[in-house]
C-alpha cells in the first residue's frame, strides 16, 4: 500500500505574531517552527496503517521554504519512509487552490492508495487543501475523521460532527482522509529514529515545475482583530494579582461567599 | 446579488445555525434562495425560494450526492456567492463545490468589507482580509459570527430536487457521544484545564480551585484527548456549553472551538502566561501569570 502524508510547518501559536512589509501575512522572522498539530495525527494514522499491515511506503510531502524539511525531518523520524519537499519561498501566497494543485501535480503519478492530511492548518485555517487534493486527483475525501480502521480491504471512519456526535462512513481506496484532533496518540520520535531519518531520502521539487493554475483568492491584507476592550489585564506580583482578583470577584460576581 | 444559502438537517432536524446564512446574505444585500438536504416536517422559517432534496433517500451524509444537487441549483440559478456554514457539514462539501465551479473559496468568514471576507488566522491572533478573483464565490461562515435581528419568519416556496442513493461513501450509522459523567451546563462556577497545565499531575491544581470555589472542573479538549480528563468534561463546539456565573479559563488559548462552549458565561477569568492570548478577548479579567504559581496561591487564599 502507498500512503501520502501532506504536511505544513507552522508557527508556534504562542508566538507574538508580526506583520510582514507588505502587510499581507505574519513576518516569519523570529518565530518557533513547528508541524502542524493536525498533520501530527496524519502522520501517526500513516505510521499506524503500516505497521498494521506489515509492509507499504509512506511519502510525505510539504510544500514551503526550506525550513519545513524540519517538520519533515520528524515525519522521518515518526515513520515516513521518505520526503518530497515541494519548493516554494513564496508559499504564503499561493491559495489552497493552488497548493493542492502542486500537490496533485507530484502525486497523480504516484498513485497513492491512501491520503492522510490534517483537517486544516493552524494558521490560515482554510480546511480547504485536502478535499481539493483530492478532487485534483478525482478520488473520495472524508473529513474531521477521529476513527480510522481499515480491515479486509475495507476502510471505515468516524467523523466528527458537533457536539460530540459521530458518523461512521466507509469508504473504497484510494481516498483521502483529513484527520481531527484526538484521532490517535501521536508518538515523540526516539533518538535511534531521529538519527535513522537523517538517511532518509528528501527530495525536492521545484514549485514553478508542478503549479500551473493561478490563484482563486488572494489577500488584500492581513491585520490584528479590533480589541473588544473591556477586559482587565492582571500584571506583576502573584500576592497582588491574587489580592486585586479576589477584590475583583468580591465586588464583581456573586460567587463569593 | 444572488446568493444560494446551504441549510443543513441532522438526524431528520434543521440545524438553527442554518439562519446565519440569511443573516449573512442580509448583511451583503443579496438575495437569497436556500438548498436543503433534509425533510418537508422540518424546513426553515424562511419566505422565499428553498430547493429540497429528501435526505431520507440522498442520506445526510453523501459528499457525491450533496455535490450533485448543489450544481444543479447553481446552474439553475446562476448566482454569485454560495453560502455555507463553517461545519462538520460545510468545511467538508464546501471545497468539492468551490472545485466543481472553478471557484474560490474563503472558509470561517467572520465579517465583510468592501466585498472582501475578513477571517481570523493563527488562532484568532491575526485577521486576514480575503478576495475571490472570479464570478463565483464560495464562502463557510464561522459559527455565531452572524445573527438575525429578528426571528425568522415565512415559510418557504418548496421547489423539490429528485435526489438518488448514488455515491461511494457509504453512511452507515450515527455514534452518539458519551454520555452520564458530570453535567456542567448546570454548574454555576467552572474552573477549566487547559494545555497550559503542561502535565496531567497539575490537573489537581485546577480541581483544588474549582473545590474551594464550589464548582465543577472542565477542560479544553487537548486534555481530553490526552486522556488526563474524561470527554464528559470537555467544553467547547465538541463538548459542553456552560454558562456559568464564573468561568475560569487555566492555560487555555481561547480557540474558537473552546470559546463556542463558554461564551454565555456570566463573568471569565483566564490565567495565562501569554498576554495576547485570544482568550483575553472574551475575558473579563486576565491574569498574566504562570498557573502553577497563581492556582496554589489563590487557592490558598479562598481556603484562608
Ligand atoms: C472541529 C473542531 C472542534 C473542536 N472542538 C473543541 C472543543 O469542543 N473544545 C476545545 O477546547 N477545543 C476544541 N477544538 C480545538 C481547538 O481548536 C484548540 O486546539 C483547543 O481549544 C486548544 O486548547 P488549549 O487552549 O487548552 O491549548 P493551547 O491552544 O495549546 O493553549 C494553551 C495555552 O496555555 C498557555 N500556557 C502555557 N503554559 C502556561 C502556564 N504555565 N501558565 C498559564 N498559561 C500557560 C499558553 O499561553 C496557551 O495560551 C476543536 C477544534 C476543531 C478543529
Given at each position: 500500500m502507498k500512503i501520502l502524508v501532506c504536511i505544513k510547518q507552522v508557527p508556534d501559536m504562542e508566538s507574538r505574531f508580526k506583520l510582514n512589509a507588505e502587510g499581507?501575512?505574519?513576518?516569519?522572522?523570529d518565530l518557533a517552527w513547528r508541524m502542524n498539530e493536525y498533520d501530527e495525527y496524519a502522520v501517526e494514522q500513516a505510521v499506524q496503517l503500516r505497521e498494521q499491515l506489515g509492509d507499504g511506503e509512506i511519502v510525505v510531502v510539504s510544500v514551503g521554504p526550506d525550513r519545513v524539511k524540519e517538520a519533515m525531518k520528524k515525519a522521518l523520524a515518526m515513520g515516513a519512509d521518505r520526503g518530497v519537499h515541494i519548493k516554494d519561498d513564496a508559499s504564503h501566497e499561493k491559495d489552497p487552490f493552488q497548493i493542492a494543485a502542486a500537490i496533485a501535480a507530484y502525486a497523480a503519478d504516484e498513485k497513492f492508495d491512501v491520503t492522510f492530511t490534517g483537517m486544516q492548518s493552524q494558521d490560515r485555517g482554510s480546511a480547504q487543501v485536502g478535499v481539493l487534493l483530492a478532487a485534483h486527483l478525482g478520488m473520495q475525501a472524508v473529513t474531521t475523521i477521529i476513527e480510522f480502521s481499515h480491515e479486509g480491504g475495507m476502510t471505515t471512519v468516524h467523523r466528527e460532527l458537533e457536539g460530540g456526535l459521530k458518523a461512521v462512513v466507509r469508504v473504497p481506496l484510494p481516498a483521502l482522509f483529513s484527520c481531527q484532533l484526538g484521532l490517535n496518540t501521536p508518538r515523540y520520535p526516539t533518538l535511534p529514529n531521529i538519527m535513522k531519518a537523517k538517511k532518509k531520502e528528501l527530495l525536492t521539487l521545484q514549485m514553478a515545475d508542478l503549479l500551473k493554475a493561478s490563484a482563486l483568492t488572494t489577500t488584500d491584507e492581513t491585520r490584528y482583530p479590533e480589541k473588544r476592550g473591556g477586559g482587565l489585564v492582571l500584571e506583576g506580583d502573584v500576592a497582588d494579582q491574587v489580592s486585586q482578583l479576589m477584590t475583583i470577584l468580591k465586588e464583581k460576581t456573586a460567587v463569593l461567599k | 446579488m444572488k446568493a444560494i444559502l446551504v441549510a443543513e438537517s441532522r438526524q431528520g432536524t434543521l440545524l438553527p445555525g442554518s439562519y446565519e446564512t440569511l443573516a449573512f446574505a442580509e448583511k451583503i444585500v443579496a438575495e437569497p434562495v436556500m438548498f436543503l438536504v433534509g425533510s418537508q416536517a422540518s424546513l426553515p422559517a424562511f419566505p422565499g425560494r428553498l430547493y429540497l432534496a429528501d435526505a431520507d433517500v440522498a442520506g445526510e451524509y453523501n459528499p457525491e450526492e450533496h455535490l450533485r444537487l448543489l450544481q444543479e441549483v447553481v446552474a439553475k440559478e446562476a448566482p454569485q456567492i454560495i453560502v455555507f456554514l463553517h461545519s462538520s457539514y460545510g468545511w467538508d462539501l464546501a471545497p468539492r463545490l468551490a472545485f466543481a465551479l472553478g471557484a474560490g473559496q474563503v472558509s470561517e468568514v467572520v465579517d465583510c468589507q468592501e466585498g472582501a471576507m475578513v477571517v481570523p488566522a493563527c488562532n484568532s491572533k491575526l485577521r486576514r482580509v480575503v478576495r475571490s478573483s472570479g464570478d463565483v464565490t464560495v464562502v463557510t461562515l464561522q459559527a455565531g459570527a452572524f445573527s438575525l435581528a429578528n426571528e425568522p419568519g415565512g415559510s418557504p416556496q418548496v421547489e423539490l430536487l429528485e435526489s438518488r442513493h448514488d455515491g461511494q461513501v457509504e453512511f452507515l450509522a450515527y455514534e452518539a457521544g458519551e454520555l452520564g459523567g458530570v453535567d456542567l451546563s448546570k454548574a454555576e462556577i467552572v474552573v477549566s484545564a487547559g494545555r497550559g497545565i503542561g502535565k496531567p499531575e497539575n490537573l489537581a491544581m485546577v480541581e483544588a480551585l474549582a473545590k474551594a470555589l464550589g464548582g465543577e472542573y472542565g477542560a479544553s479538549r487537548p486534555v481530553v484527548d490526552a486522556g488526563w480528563a474524561e470527554h464528559t468534561r470537555q467544553v467547547g463546539s465538541t463538548g459542553q456549553t456552560v454558562s456559568p456565573k464564573l468561568y475560569v479559563a487555566c492555560g487555555i488559548s481561547g480557540a474558537i472551538q473552546h470559546l463556542a462552549g463558554m461564551k454565555k458565561s456570566e463573568f471569565v477569568v483566564a490565567i495565562n502566561t501569554d498576554r495576547d492570548a485570544p482568550i483575553g478577548e472574551v475575558a473579563d479579567v486576565l491574569v498574566v501569570a504562570d498557573l502553577k504559581q497563581f492556582l496554589p496561591a489563590l487557592t490558598a487564599r479562598l481556603s484562608a
Open positions: 499581507t501575512w505574519y513576518n516569519d522572522q | -
